[in-house]
């Protein structure tokens, strides 16, 4: 004889949307496993009607899903189809493909080191305080930098996250950008928001940002600081000058990690000779405790016709500066 009940499922130590999913598609995953069970979920409560072994199977799983993220950090579909059918080989797999996970970002996103490049930068992180991480536009330098910081703050490893760039681009002055301050540098540091924003919930980020626990800002706005217990990421540092650069490094304080990120083909500095990157990693080559990467189209990960698209630029970029030497030698010649 089936005994009908009711009971209040209390879920802690989970963000309710983890589980529920977006447009509740997890919730739907679990109320379809449990079709002769009534089940309304309202944030962190969970009411469920009808047999009550179901109801106890039901609370028994939802808590080894919260068990499961607590201790991973993430929770996906699959895990969640997993322990609803008790399928502990394909939860012990998922947990292994899980290991080299940096960060666990937002919707069941798994942010990791996929490429020979990246996995050696987070290699020479454990090792290094400084890093230089050059390499072309899609390799993932600055994606894996920002998912290393997200996961020193995570592990309290760092107590601040400090996103820097140079406000220059091509063709375009601040002054006449609409807007104040704010409004004119954004669009220069939107690429390192959107990286944010795919490993830190949009609420909690919101809170760094104001904190300060999460800082973004322009390269000149570091002028004068000393960054202590911090992760600092400068990126787009081939726009950067010589001087500048001093400037930023000297900046570093005690328990601080920087990674300057670069693109010595993606100078946009009036005078491409005044960049002073490649000066910089040569004169810092070979000290103890910096290290220095070179990503190359191997390691982009975006569009398949990315890495042609750099290819066949960096053909170009070749052949213009043989020509340029070609004709210097002609001229010294004449």
Do not use: C, W
């Amino acid at each position: 004889m089936l005994m009908t009940g009711e009971r209040i499922i209390i879920i802690e130590g989970i963000d309710p949307l983890v589980l529920y999913g977006v447009n509740n598609t997890r919730f739907e995953i679990i109320t379809k496993h449990y079709p002769k069970l009534k089940i309304v979920g309202r944030g962190d409560i969970i009411k469920v009607i009808g047999d009550e072994d179901l109801i106890e199977d039901l609370d028994r799983k939802l808590h080894t899903m919260v068990q499961f993220y607590i201790k991973y950090g993430y929770l996906g579909e699959t895990n969640i189809k997993d322990i609803l059918q008790d399928n502990p080989d394909s939860i012990n797999k998922a947990e292994e493909d899980i290991s080299d996970v940096l960060v666990y970002g937002n919707h069941g996103k798994l942010i990791k080191a996929r490429t020979v490049n990246q996995r050696q930068l987070v290699e020479l992180y454990d090792k290094n305080d400084l890093i230089f991480a050059i390499g072309p536009a899609g390799s993932g330098k600055t994606y894996t930098a920002i998912a290393l910081a997200v996961r020193a703050l995570k592990n309290k490893e760092v107590k601040r996250i400090i996103l820097t760039r140079p406000a220059v681009e091509a063709g375009e002055r601040l002054g006449f950008l609409p807007g104040d301050m704010k409004e004119k540098l954004d669009p220069y540091l939107q690429p390192l928001y959107d990286a944010l924003n795919d490993m830190i919930p949009a609420r909690k980020l919101q809170e760094y940002m104001e904190d300060g626990t999460v800082q973004i800002a322009p390269l000149a706005y570091m002028r004068g600081r000393t960054l202590d217990n911090a992760f600092v990421i400068l990126d787009e540092a081939q726009n950067t000058t010589l001087s500048q650069l001093k400037m930023f490094l000297t900046r570093m304080g005690n328990n601080a990690k920087f990674i300057v990120t670069g693109d010595i083909t993606q100078i946009d500095l009036p005078n491409k000779n005044d960049s002073g990157l490649l000066k910089a990693i040569k004169l810092l080559d070979g000290i103890n405790d910096i290290a220095i990467i070179y990503f190359d189209t191997r390691d982009i990960i975006r569009h398949k016709l990315v890495k042609y698209i750099v290819n066949a630029f960096e053909g170009i970029d070749k052949k213009d500066e043989d020509d340029d030497k070609k004709n210097h030698s002609n001229l010294n010649n004449k």
